[in-house]
């Protein structure tokens, strides 16, 4: 049988480990509204899905939750440096499994994929959840994750990258938005914005994902005509979502890049603007 063309990546934030009112952080994964984001993963039939704020869960509860979207292999990062968990799950083998807590705020998780998608054969992905606070750390996350990328295709020369989930940095990609919107001035009435969002100069810091693109690594989001705003959602949580902003990302090396179309995409619905406080992010990579 002839494999999909088509690779197909969803990196989603799910907000506290799909809590809601009638469940607590311990049993946050067998919720009603965690079950709305397992049907919305199962119809995505995605080949990888990476997953931010897994609080509370554990490498069976990610198993079991992969199952019923179809995924049976998942790797977990438990062992964090908050309870911010996260996880990828995927329909193909993994190998090569890394967590690294060491220089992070939460922890970057690092898998190799064995696809089959029409000359696409070894994906690495990394997830990882940023800094929540200091764009200065977030800049030292940022260059951790180059040098581990760069470290390792020294060793496998032609493998393809993808650096994903809750950057919590601003893009410059999308600077006319933010100048048209003013948030500077916003955010300099808000101390952990300022800190968060703004260099010392008051400006917006893009430092952030210019450190990852110093690398190599690109943004793979198809359109910078307009915002693609991953926060705020109607799950309005978090009093950092002030603005439309676009906090959620896919990088790519230059190998993915150059052998195959890619296209990163906020999804903005009404079903997915109820299941977390961001809407999720699809990647499809295909033969051009």
Not at 215 to 240: C, E, K, N, R, W
Request: charged share 20%; aromatic share 8%; proline share 2%.
């Amino acid at each position: 049988m002839a494999a999909d063309r088509t690779f197909k990546l969803v990196s989603f934030n799910i907000y506290n480990g799909g809590i809601d009112p009638d469940t607590t952080p311990e049993t946050a994964a067998t919720s009603a509204r965690m079950h709305q984001i397992s049907s919305f993963l199962l119809h995505q039939n995605a080949d990888m899905i990476a997953l931010t704020e897994l609080n509370h869960w554990t490498a069976c509860t990610l198993a079991s939750a992969a199952a019923g979207w179809g995924h049976a292999h998942t790797a977990m990062m438990e062992t964090t440096n908050t309870a911010f968990r996260m996880g990828i799950t995927s329909k193909w083998p993994m190998s090569r499994i890394e967590r690294v807590a060491e220089g992070f705020w939460h922890g970057m998780l690092c898998v190799r994929a064995h696809v089959d998608c029409d000359g696409l054969k070894d994906m690495n992905v990394v997830v990882t959840h940023m800094n929540p606070m200091s764009a200065q750390e977030r800049k030292k996350e940022a260059s951790a994750i180059g040098e581990f990328i760069r470290s390792r295709t020294l060793q496998d020369n032609g493998d393809c990258w993808i650096v994903t989930g809750d950057l919590n940095s601003l893009s410059r990609n999308d600077e006319r938005f933010y100048h048209q919107t003013g948030i500077t001035s916003l955010f300099k009435g808000n101390v952990k914005l300022t800190r968060k969002f703004l260099t010392s100069d008051g400006d917006v810091e893009y430092g952030v994902l210019t450190q990852l693109e110093s690398f190599g690594l690109s943004d793979l989001s198809s359109s910078h005509q307009a915002i693609d705003y991953s926060v705020p959602t109607a799950l309005d949580v978090d009093d950092m979502h002030a603005v439309k902003m676009r906090l959620d990302y896919a990088f790519g090396n230059s190998t993915i890049r150059d052998r195959f179309k890619c296209t990163a995409a906020i999804v903005r619905t009404d079903e997915t603007a109820l299941l977390s406080d961001h809407y999720p992010l699809l990647l499809t990579v295909s033969v051009p």
